[in-house]
């Protein structure tokens, strides 16, 4: 795709579809290391909360999102079994620590 360069008040700056053509790339990258994941994601978190799930406080969103991204980094973890994925593993370990500061009633 040849480089496309839009102006504002004479500066020069990429065009909103080199943008777009740079997600689209990230995206195929990603969807060959973890096809399609997002569709099981919804499967796994259903599992976990099969009764749905009640947020009313800012504490309960914040380590109820936490907990999604644990989700969404241990199905991508999984996604390439049998190998490894050390980003992944690592981000699972941040995240269980963010959680416990959370359910830390002290805080």
């Known amino acids: 795709m040849a480089s496309q360069m839009a102006t504002h008040r ?3 700056m ?3 579809t080199e943008h777009i053509a740079e997600a689209l790339e990230t995206f195929k990258e990603r969807n060959k290391a973890y096809g399609d994941n997002y569709l099981t994601h919804g499967y796994v978190m259903k599992a976990l909360f099969p009764d749905g799930v009640d947020l009313k406080t800012e ?22 079994w049998p190998a490894a994925h050390q980003d992944s593993i690592h981000d699972l370990g941040v995240y269980s620590f963010m959680l416990e500061s959370l359910d830390d009633d002290s805080v």
């Open 10 to 12: 004479g500066e020069k």
């Open 14 to 16: 990429a065009h909103p």
């Open 59 to 80: 504490k309960e969103y914040n380590r109820f999102g936490i907990v999604n991204m644990m989700v969404a980094k241990l199905t991508r973890y999984c996604q390439g």
